[in-house]
Nanobody, 114 residues
Framework: VQLVESGGGLVQAGGSLRLSCKAS???????????KGWYRQAPGKQRELVAQ???????EYSDSVSGRFTISRDNSRKTMYLQMNHLKVEDTAVYYC??????WGQGAQVTVAS
């Protein structure tokens, strides 16, 4: 099983990026009900939960991205997305997707230039 991320890159402040995370080799009964989402880690800072779907059906966002980022999923494709709009320099980080506590993506670098 692998979580394969794509979509990172360099963007100017105010721009947009979309990250994708595909659960390759994961069965639907594992992907669908588990808590899943995105963390990020910037150099010298603690890991931060950005957005997630909880196992009881809620969608949660950190205060720092609420209103700018949108998490979505396609259960039939076992894929999650993170649409990031109105990006700020402080959003620069490596973004990691996760499913449950066991499965993690390889990380996608997002760099926002001023």
């Amino acid at each position: 099983v692998q979580l394969v991320e794509s979509g990172g890159g360099l963007v100017q402040a105010g721009g947009s990026l979309r990250l994708s995370c595909k659960a390759s080799g994961m069965i639907t009964s594992v992907f669908n009900p588990n808590t899943k989402g995105w963390y990020r880690q910037a150099p010298g800072k603690q890991r931060e939960l950005v957005a997630q779907f909880t196992s009881d059906g809620r969608t949660e966002y950190s205060d720092s991205v609420s209103g700018r980022f949108t998490i979505s999923r396609d259960n039939s494709r076992k894929t999650m997305y993170l649409q990031m709009n109105h990006l700020k320099v402080e959003d620069t980080a490596v973004y990691y997707c996760f499913v449950g506590e066991r499965y993690w993506g390889q990380g996608a670098q997002v760099t926002v230039a001023s």
